[in-house]
T-cell receptor, first 117, second 115 residues
């Protein structure tokens, strides 16, 4: 069965510093996708970044980058130059192609980030 | 504007009183899902639908029903809500196919409290 593990329930980061959020996954499939979502206190789910299992380069989107290490089954999110608005809950999620299930995403438990001024 | 809408956004109800949370998307997506979010557990899929009149159970379907009579709508029904269904609920839609790059579009969430 698929599983996503986020081992950091919460963390503080100083404004303007970089922060790495850990995510490890477990799947027996060769084709899968990894996602990161941000959930601010208002509650909505905001898509941040995507990495395909066959992508050779790590994904980047502005200040977000994904450190993808396939052999270690990890997909850590790096936020550079943290801003106060980055304070939120962050979820790692995975979808694999063999599990039709309506494009189901399997989520980790989340990491709460608080950016200090 | 492409979006998924949910109503109500907030609901406080009592045990056993039937309720429906509506979900609608304007992107003509075939796939729709319901998730619930609980602390430490992330989001878990309740039910999903891959087309009109095609629905199936997700990981945590007990106590819920769904229907898909129209492509754009996917209501979540709690026939007899219980306190353990207190949660934050999300509806999501996506285009079909196995390409993993298709992200899901999430609604704004419905915060449900059952007393």
């Amino acid at each position: 069965a698929q599983k996503i593990t986020q081992t950091q329930p919460g963390m503080f980061v100083q404004e303007k510093e970089a922060v790495t959020l850990d995510c490890t996954y477990d799947t027996s499939d060769q084709s899968y996708g990894l996602f990161w979502y941000k959930q601010p206190s208002s509650g909505e789910m905001i898509f941040l970044i995507y990495q395909g299992s066959y992508d050779e380069q790590n994904a980047t989107e502005g200040r977000y980058s994904l450190n993808f290490q396939k052999a270690r089954k990890s997909a850590n999110l790096v936020i550079s130059a943290s801003q106060l608005g980055d304070s939120a809950m962050y979820f790692c999620a995975m979808r694999d192609r063999s599990k039709a299930a309506g494009n189901k995403l399997t989520f980790g438990g989340g990491t709460r980030v608080l950016v200090k001024p | 504007e492409a979006q998924v809408t949910q109503n109500p956004r907030y609901l406080i109800t009592v045990t056993g009183k039937k309720l429906t949370v509506t979900c609608s998307q304007n992107m003509n997506h075939e796939y729709m899902s319901w998730y619930r979010q609980d602390p430490g557990l992330g989001l878990r899929q309740i039910y999903y639908s891959m087309n009109v009149e095609v629905t199936d159970k997700g990981d945590v379907p007990e106590g819920y029903k769904v229907s898909r009579k129209e492509k754009r709508n996917f209501p979540l029904i709690l026939e007899s809500p219980s306190p353990n269904q207190t949660s934050l609920y999300f509806c999501a839609s996506s285009p079909p196919g196995g390409r993993p790059s298709y992200e899901q579009y999430f609604g704004p969430g419905t915060r449900l409290t059952v007393t």
